[in-house]
Protein backbone atom coordinates (compact mmCIF):
# COMPACT_ATOMS: atom_id res chain seq x y z
CA UNK A 1 0.00 0.00 0.00
CA UNK A 2 1.04 3.29 -0.70
CA UNK A 3 0.00 6.37 1.27
CA UNK A 4 0.50 10.37 0.37
CA UNK A 5 -0.22 12.75 2.82
CA UNK A 6 -0.54 16.69 2.01
CA UNK A 7 -1.84 19.47 3.15
CA UNK A 8 1.06 20.96 4.84
CA UNK A 9 2.19 24.28 5.34
CA UNK A 10 2.76 27.85 7.61
CA UNK A 11 0.37 28.91 10.20
CA UNK A 12 0.35 30.89 12.76
CA UNK A 13 -0.16 29.77 16.55
CA UNK A 14 -3.86 29.37 17.04
CA UNK A 15 -4.42 28.89 13.42
CA UNK A 16 -5.68 25.67 11.77
CA UNK A 17 -4.74 23.29 8.74
CA UNK A 18 -6.45 20.04 7.48
CA UNK A 19 -4.35 17.18 5.83
CA UNK A 20 -4.80 14.63 3.58
CA UNK A 21 -3.72 11.19 3.35
CA UNK A 22 -4.41 9.14 0.08
CA UNK A 23 -4.31 5.44 0.30
CA UNK A 24 -3.60 3.06 -2.75
CA UNK A 25 -4.51 -0.45 -3.64
CA UNK A 26 -8.35 -2.06 -2.17
CA UNK A 27 -9.72 -2.73 1.02
CA UNK A 28 -9.24 0.87 2.70
CA UNK A 29 -12.44 0.46 4.51
CA UNK A 30 -11.26 -2.45 6.23
CA UNK A 31 -8.16 -1.34 7.51
CA UNK A 32 -7.12 0.82 10.43
CA UNK A 33 -5.08 4.03 9.91
CA UNK A 34 -2.53 6.61 11.62
CA UNK A 35 -1.20 9.93 11.81
CA UNK A 36 2.15 10.17 13.02
CA UNK A 37 4.17 13.10 13.50
CA UNK A 38 8.30 13.50 14.00
CA UNK A 39 9.69 16.96 15.31
CA UNK A 40 13.07 18.58 14.58
CA UNK A 41 15.54 15.89 16.88
CA UNK A 42 12.45 13.74 17.89
CA UNK A 43 11.46 10.16 17.00
CA UNK A 44 8.32 9.75 14.74
CA UNK A 45 5.53 9.60 17.20
CA UNK A 46 1.60 8.32 16.85
CA UNK A 47 -0.83 11.38 17.51
CA UNK A 48 -4.14 9.91 16.25
CA UNK A 49 -6.15 6.63 14.85
CA UNK A 50 -9.22 5.72 13.65
CA UNK A 51 -10.25 2.02 12.99
CA UNK A 52 -11.85 0.51 10.39
CA UNK A 53 -15.26 0.96 12.47
CA UNK A 54 -14.49 4.75 12.89
CA UNK A 55 -12.91 4.91 16.43
CA UNK A 56 -10.85 7.06 17.02
CA UNK A 57 -7.97 7.68 19.93
CA UNK A 58 -5.14 10.54 20.01
CA UNK A 59 -2.38 11.57 22.02
CA UNK A 60 -2.89 13.65 24.78
CA UNK A 61 -1.19 16.49 23.64
CA UNK A 62 -3.70 17.02 20.76
CA UNK A 63 -7.28 15.83 22.32
CA UNK A 64 -9.69 18.56 22.13
CA UNK A 65 -7.32 20.13 19.19
CA UNK A 66 -6.94 17.63 16.26
CA UNK A 67 -10.14 15.24 14.57
CA UNK A 68 -8.98 12.34 12.40
CA UNK A 69 -11.48 11.18 9.87
CA UNK A 70 -12.14 8.79 6.71
CA UNK A 71 -13.85 8.89 3.57
CA UNK A 72 -13.90 5.30 2.65
CA UNK A 73 -14.89 5.93 -0.64
CA UNK A 74 -11.79 8.40 -1.66
CA UNK A 75 -9.54 5.95 0.71
CA UNK A 76 -8.76 9.08 2.73
CA UNK A 77 -7.99 9.90 6.05
CA UNK A 78 -7.92 13.52 7.54
CA UNK A 79 -6.23 15.08 10.00
CA UNK A 80 -8.04 18.32 11.07
CA UNK A 81 -6.25 20.36 13.41
CA UNK A 82 -7.21 23.29 14.99
CA UNK A 83 -5.96 25.61 17.59
CA UNK A 84 -2.33 25.11 16.43
CA UNK A 85 0.68 25.34 18.69
CA UNK A 86 4.61 26.09 17.73
CA UNK A 87 4.78 22.27 19.43
CA UNK A 88 3.11 21.04 16.38
CA UNK A 89 5.66 21.75 14.43
CA UNK A 90 6.76 18.75 12.61
CA UNK A 91 6.43 16.40 9.45
CA UNK A 92 3.56 14.35 9.46
CA UNK A 93 2.69 11.32 8.09
CA UNK A 94 0.25 8.79 7.64
CA UNK A 95 0.91 5.14 8.12
CA UNK A 96 -0.34 1.98 10.01
CA UNK A 97 -1.46 2.28 13.37
CA UNK A 98 -0.47 0.05 16.18
CA UNK A 99 -3.89 -2.30 15.98
CA UNK A 100 -3.28 -2.77 12.44
CA UNK A 101 0.79 -3.75 12.75
CA UNK A 102 1.05 -7.26 11.32
CA UNK A 103 -2.21 -6.91 9.20
CA UNK A 104 -0.69 -4.62 6.45
CA UNK A 105 2.34 -2.73 5.49
CA UNK A 106 2.90 0.33 3.81
CA UNK A 107 5.93 2.72 3.47
CA UNK A 108 5.99 5.96 4.99
CA UNK A 109 6.00 8.08 1.77
CA UNK A 110 7.99 12.08 2.28
CA UNK A 111 5.02 13.04 4.63
CA UNK A 112 4.18 16.57 5.16
CA UNK A 113 5.32 19.36 7.07
CA UNK A 114 3.49 21.28 9.08
CA UNK A 115 5.22 24.66 10.72
CA UNK A 116 3.39 26.78 13.23
CA UNK A 117 5.18 30.28 14.05
CA UNK A 118 4.56 31.90 17.18
Known amino acids: VQLQASGGGLVQAGGSLRLSCAAS????????MGWYRQGPGKQRVLVASITSGGTTNYVDSVKGRFTISRDNAKNTVYLQMNSLKPEDTAVYYC?????????????WGQGTLVTVSS
Open 95 to 107: GVPPADWGKWSAS
Open 25 to 32: GSRFSARG
